[in-house]
């Protein structure tokens, strides 16, 4: 499993609408979040990770998704859009992904939630989750991921 990443972006948003600031300072996802491929997202809030997502979509439909449900068809969209003003959006992508199936990601997506519940409590703003049957190499893509976040990770208490 080869994955690529992180790439990641600014966003400051209301519960209505956000923008997004790519690191190179321009306002749309691009690289490996616009495209295709599989993908595992992490939003976090002061650095704190509140959200995991898998996804094959591109981040801008994602995310529209993700913004605009209303609970019409049962999806609320992202709860944390109703917390705060600014987070990080991290984007990793799964590279060699066969038929472009997001099954390995949704796998390490449970991984990194479990690692993160492990550092003190779920991700806050976590809805849903996928779990599937992991092996040693989920797991270490997941920790790979994770240590992404070991500042916030070593400040957690319970």
Known sequence: MKLIGPDVY???????AYTVLCAKGRPN???IASSKAPKLYI????????????????????????????GDTG???YQWRHNGSEAKLHVWAHDDAVDRSHLNMETVEAEVVFLIRQAGQWPLFQTEIHFHP??????QVAAEIFATYSAWADGVSE
């Open 75 to 77: 999806y609320y969209g």
């Open 29 to 31: 996802f691009s690289g």
């Open 134 to 139: 992991s092996n040693e190499c989920h797991r």
């Open 43 to 70: 939003a976090s809030i002061d650095g704190a990770p509140v959200y995991v997502g898998a996804t094959k979509r591109p981040m801008g439909e994602r995310m529209r998704v993700g913004w605009k449900a209303a």
């Open 10 to 16: 600014s966003l400051k948003y209301t519960p209505d």
